[in-house]
């Protein structure tokens, strides 16, 4: 949500030298360098100046690391108390250098910038607040300040600007189509969280992310479940799920609400189920290709009953669970969650619970309960593998069962089809007789070829079958 931060330290004073250089720079007279900026639909040019590094602040609302930030909790924590602080500004650092799906590893397109800022400098200027905070540049300043440089080029937005008006400004740069470093999937569902908690309609977030409204609503439902799923692990001590660990997590989430919506208003309580166990693939790291078996056919099937062990199968029986439930303050009851649901919730609750304390970094959670953890992913890792590679199988069989019929299926589509342009090639007198006579021989020739295999090994043929045996023996027989 959006946040006004307080003014950084010696605001005041390097706000004076913003100002001064400002001045100089207009007092210089000729060509000045500008930038562009779009702002509350119109655009402004700002001067752009040279200030010094070591001055400037990365912005503690960049949505370039939103998400990333929960990576530590408790440094997270001490930057949402003092922004400002030295250990605040070197976490920022830390991960505007790091990986966006793992901020443990170096992002390898950090490299590659540093690497274009030694060899040719800096290209486009950065933008920063009149206090000094970097609105746009954030990734540039740190590559930079690796680099040993001393000054920065950047333009400066007006005094007047609020937080909302620079969270605006560096959307509307980021979002531009010349970007050169998209932000992480999560930090984009973030600012639209954002945007619409300012009061903005799903069509202009759509308009201004360009997207669809129905793509807006569909990352909405992806972030609110995130939201919830981070609830859901939460245990004592503090130990939870970060965003972070959604990163690279975008198809999977984006295929899982199709099917969701696709389900939810034929049988909603299978709806939830599947939604429940591809969750719980997703966070165990299971490939789209894997978590698309995950299907009607999959729960049809039981194939995770056969592999689940006995220590992660819900103890509640079905006869405990209530009929209905009432909502608070209204007096009504809805229909409980069936037995089925509450069944895959308790399995994913126990993964989400696990997979919390695997990741955590947190020094005062004990190896041992880390290492018991990890033997409950491990056993629910290859209880699905084994399940999905069951039901894969399975799927495959099933699509070779009904290959033979299917192709039979298109050819009598395209002999529908034949026939009207039989027609119309009689109509038109545009038909070329000979090469017809030639194609339906070569249909002769194929339906002996289906006939003969189709005897094969059917003592008892259907109507089909006899018809095709008869017309061809008959033919034959000429």
């Known amino acids: 949500m959006l946040r006004e931060f ?9 706000s004076e030298l913003i100002k001064k250089k400002v001045e100089e720079v207009k007092a210089a007279g000729g060509t000045r360098e500008t930038v562009t900026v779009d702002w509350n639909e119109q655009q402004a040019h700002v001067e752009v100046i040279d200030l010094p590094l070591n001055g400037l602040y990365f912005n503690p609302g960049t949505h370039r690391i ?12 001490a930057l949402e108390k003092d922004p400002w602080s030295a250990e605040s500004q070197d976490y920022l650092k830390f991960l505007l250098q790091a990986s966006p799906t793992d901020p443990n590893l170096r992002d390898p397109d950090f490299d590659k910038l540093k690497e274009s800022l030694h060899q040719f400098g800096q290209n486009d200027p950065g933008l920063v607040t009149h206090h000094g905070v970097l609105v746009n540049g954030n990734t540039r300043a740190a590559a930079l300040r690796e680099l040993g440089m001393q000054t920065m080029r950047v333009g400066v937005l007006p005094e007047s600007f609020t937080w909302a008006d620079i969270n605006a400004v560096e959307l509307s740069l980021q979002l531009r189509k010349d970007h050169r470093r998209d932000y992480s999937y999560i930090n984009r569902l973030l600012a639209m969280e954002e945007q619409a908690s300012l009061g903005r309609t799903p069509e202009q977030i759509a308009k201004e ?6 793509t807006y609503h569909q990352e909405r439902w992806i972030l609110s479940t995130i939201r919830e799923l981070i ?15 959604w990163e690279g997590a975008q198809e999977r989430l984006k295929e899982l609400h199709r099917l969701y919506v696709k389900l939810e208003s034929v049988d909603r309580d299978q709806a939830e189920v599947l939604k429940e166990l591809r969750l719980a693939a997703i966070l165990l790291e299971f490939s789209k290709t894997d978590v698309r078996h995950i299907d009607e056919s999959f729960l049809k099937g039981k194939y995770l009953e056969r592999t689940l062990p006995a220590t992660l199968k ?6 405990d669970q209530p009929e209905a439930v009432t909502i608070p303050g209204l007096g009504l009851a809805v229909p409980a969650a069936s037995s089925a649901v509450s069944e895959a919730r308790a399995l994913n609750d126990r993964i989400l619970r696990a997979s919390a304390a695997v990741r955590s970094g947190k020094a005062e959670l004990p190896d041992s309960d880390k290492a018991e953890e990890q033997s409950v992913l491990d056993e629910a890792k290859d209880a699905f593998d084994k399940a999905i590679e069951a039901a894969g199988r399975d799927t495959r ?3 070779r069962k009904q290959q033979a019929q299917d192709r039979l299926a298109e050819a009598c589509a395209s002999i529908d089809q034949c026939v009207m342009d039989l027609v119309q ?3 038109s007198r545009s038909l070329d007789e000979e090469a017809f006579d030639e194609a339906v021989l070569k249909l002769r020739a194929s339906l002996r070829k289906l006939a003969q295999q189709a005897a094969r090994g059917l003592p008892n043929p259907g109507d089909g ?9 008959a033919e034959g027989s000429r």
Do not use: C
Request: glycine share 4%; proline share 10%; no cysteine.
């Open 314 to 319: 819900a103890s509640a029986p079905a006869e």
């Open 425 to 427: 090639a009689r109509t």
């Open 209 to 214: 992310f360009r997207i669809q409204v129905r």
């Open 6 to 14: 307080p003014p950084p330290p010696r605001a005041a004073e390097f």
């Open 397 to 399: 069989l099933r699509k």
């Open 231 to 245: 609830d859901r692990s939460k245990q004592a001590g503090g130990v939870a799920l970060r965003l972070v660990d």
């Open 66 to 77: 939103r998400a990333q930030r929960s990576h530590d909790p408790v440094r997270d924590e």
């Open 465 to 473: 079958v006899s018809w095709l045996m008869d017309a061809v023996s």
